[in-house]
């Protein structure tokens, strides 16, 4: 289901417990003046992989904690970026201020506290945990702090502003494009804060993954192929995927699907029959991929195109 919500202002503490607790999990709220007038505003956007809400609310605390997590678990982990004002966060042995120019990365379904002042103003990005895990194991089980004011970093804040502001103007299939691009992007930033050991690793598989990217529609692309063009061993390319929690056959199904939305969602493809635009992907069988379609994205090929 696809839905947004325009901006808000959510009139009692009450109300913005549930619409909060709805988007980011079960979690005890609490505000730091209960005799202070109520202010707090909020907008969001949601599709079947994604979520997107910005906030802007009066001082507060969020304690999610393990009950909380057995009874709403979310699989999901949230980037944390931060417009205007500070807040506070803890998760785990990590406790930390998130200022303005900074990115908080962290797993909703580890416990966590989190507080901020009125006037405190953010915009998160929730995407599933797998989809993390399996872009980079290193990345979304501790809470990370990057800094958004250069590089990489600067590009997904700037990235995550512009969706949030645009967000009205996009199908649910472009909303989950856009989301799939700045993920790969985060992830990438994440790694950055791995350990050394794994570095050398980490730059194989962004090889891998660039490679299968560029050449995904190649009939013939498969581990074999692979290995040969980026002058590794097919067992050490087995390795650093296994490592990865995926395979080169994953990998190549994964970026052929998202070719395929991409080519049903444009207008270039728009003469071209489905199973046509299945086949320019490198499948085989349009009932294959239908149903890896499907399992992947949640809709059907048909509805991916009357939807763009």
């Known amino acids: 289901m696809y839905s947004w919500n325009p901006a808000t202002t959510i009139p009692s503490v009450r109300v913005?417990?549930?619409?909060?607790?709805?988007?980011?999990?079960?979690?005890?709220?609490?505000?730091?003046?209960?005799?202070?007038?109520?202010?707090a505003r909020l907008e969001w956007q949601q599709s079947r992989?994604?979520?997107?809400a910005l906030c802007t609310g009066s001082g507060q605390e969020v304690d999610r904690q393990t009950r909380h997590i057995k009874a709403d678990p979310r699989g999901?982990?949230?980037?944390?970026?931060?417009?205007?004002?500070?807040?506070?966060?803890?998760?785990?042995?990590?406790?930390?201020?998130?200022?303005?120019?900074?990115?908080?990365?962290?797993d909703a379904d580890q416990p966590y506290t989190?507080?901020?002042?009125?006037?405190?103003?953010?915009?998160?990005?929730?995407?599933?945990?797998?989809?993390?895990?399996?872009?980079s194991p290193a990345a979304g089980h501790e809470p990370q702090l990057l800094s958004g004011t250069g590089g990489l970093g600067r590009v997904i804040?700037?990235?995550?502003?512009?969706?949030?502001?645009?967000?009205?103007?996009?199908?649910?299939?472009?909303f989950d494009l856009a989301c799939d691009q700045?993920?790969?992007?985060?992830?990438?930033?994440a790694e950055g804060a791995t350990a050394a050991p794994h570095m050398h690793r980490d730059t194989v598989e962004a090889d891998i993954r660039r490679y299968i990217r560029?050449?995904?529609?190649?009939?013939?692309?498969?581990?074999?192929?692979?290995?040969?063009?980026?002058?590794?061993?097919?067992?050490?390319?087995?390795?650093?995927?296994?490592?990865?929690?995926?395979?080169?056959?994953?990998?190549?199904?994964?970026?052929r699907l998202r070719l395929a939305r991409a080519r049903l969602a444009g207008k270039t493809w728009a003469p071209s029959s489905i199973a046509q635009v299945a086949h320019s992907c490198g499948f085989r069988s349009h009932a294959a991929f239908a149903t890896a379609f499907r399992q992947e994205f949640g809709m059907t090929p048909s509805d991916c195109r009357s939807g763009a």
């Open 16 to 39: 913005w417990d549930e619409t909060f607790t709805g988007l980011h999990g079960a979690s005890r709220i609490s505000v730091s003046d209960p005799s202070a007038p109520w202010a």
């Open 49 to 52: 992989t994604y979520g997107l």
């Open 76 to 106: 999901a982990c949230e980037l944390l970026v931060p417009l205007t004002g500070s807040a506070w966060m803890a998760q785990g042995p990590s406790s930390t201020e998130i200022r303005p120019g900074q990115l908080a990365l962290c």
């Open 114 to 135: 989190f507080a901020h002042e009125t006037g405190f103003r953010s915009i998160a990005l929730i995407v599933p945990q797998q989809d993390i895990t399996r872009r």
């Open 157 to 174: 804040r700037q990235l995550v502003v512009t969706l949030q502001e645009e967000r009205e103007a996009l199908s649910e299939t472009a």
């Open 182 to 189: 700045l993920l790969d992007l985060v992830c990438l930033a």
């Open 214 to 255: 560029r050449h995904a529609t190649d009939n013939e692309l498969d581990v074999t192929s692979i290995a040969r063009a980026l002058g590794w061993s097919p067992r050490y390319i087995q390795q650093v995927l296994q490592e990865a929690n995926t395979t080169s056959r994953e990998l190549i199904r994964q970026e």
